[in-house]
């Protein structure tokens, strides 16, 4: 019939539907770490008590957790609900529309969380900009490189040699940039270099790294190309008249 499908299965499944049950804004899932679980393991095994037996075998599921993968606690809230591990809900404030996280990592949408470049972004930054959005939820630490490679053409688009892109960065310095936006280009040449080499840094266990340089060459490009431009077009709409006195002030000393 019109609107029906068959599906066949060898094995037999239990279907459900998700329901989600929101945090307060900003908070985040936490996920305990080793260390942490095998601290308060030490001290369950201390008790012999019904709560502490309950709570040894929710230990138990949690450092399970630490695997990346996904299943369902076998400690119930209801008959019928059950926490699922390793699978997380998002909403975007903005847009309200929903992101589903898989271990830490974004599953849905596939373009990544790069929301929309800049719109003074240039178009060979721009490019690699999405690109890096395209792979980010399979591979974190490839969209990061693509990122550093991306300020790279930036910078040569704003002026500079862009073949080296610390003496770029500290050429930019000199040149007036503030020393907040010049740690912020040294971070992601760092981060993108320390991707694709073995270090100290690791894209792929961290990807919240990655999201933030998207949002970060966003900044770079607002108070590099954005900013300046919305002033000189304020400043252009005064009559010529009333710039030219305050241009002689401003106008370089021989």
């Known amino acids: 019939m019109p609107g029906q499908f068959s599906v066949t299965i060898n094995t037999h499944q239990y279907w ?26 030490k001290e369950l095994k201390g008790q012999d008590t ?22 369902p606690s076998l400690i119930r809230r209801d ?21 589903i996280w898989l271990a830490g990592r974004l599953i849905h949408p596939q373009t ?29 630490r490839a969209s990061v490189a693509l990122l550093r490679l991306a300020m790279q053409v930036l910078l040569k688009e704003l002026g500079q040699d862009g073949k080296d892109i610390n003496k770029d960065i ?21 981060i993108g270099n320390e991707s694709v080499h073995p270090g100290v ?11 933030t340089m998207f949002r970060l060459l966003n900044e770079i490009v607002e108070q590099m190309i954005t900013r300046p431009r919305e002033q000189q077009e304020l400043w252009d709409m005064l009559p010529e008249n009333k710039r030219a006195p305050i241009e002689a002030i401003l106008k370089p000393k021989e």
Not at 30 to 35: G, I, S
Not at 170 to 190: C, D, E, F
């Open 16 to 41: 459900g539907s998700l329901r989600s049950e929101w945090f307060k804004k900003d908070d985040v899932p936490q996920k305990p770490d080793a260390p942490w679980i095998q601290k308060v393991e």
């Open 50 to 71: 019904e709560d502490s037996r309950k709570n040894l075998a929710w230990l138990q599921e949690v450092s399970r957790s630490l695997e990346g993968t996904v299943f």
């Open 79 to 99: 008959p019928y609900s059950f926490e699922i591990y390793n699978l997380d809900l998002s909403r975007c404030d903005s847009c309200g529309e929903v992101a």
């Open 112 to 140: 990544g969380p790069v929301g929309i470049p800049s719109q003074d972004m240039p178009a060979s930054v721009r490019k690699l900009f999405e690109e890096a959005g395209r792979v980010y939820s399979s591979s974190p």
């Open 170 to 190: 500290n050429a930019l310095y000199k040149q007036g940039l503030s020393p907040g936006l010049t740690k912020v280009m040294h971070s992601l040449r760092i």
């Open 201 to 211: 840094i690791s894209v792929d266990d961290d990807p919240s790294i990655a999201a």
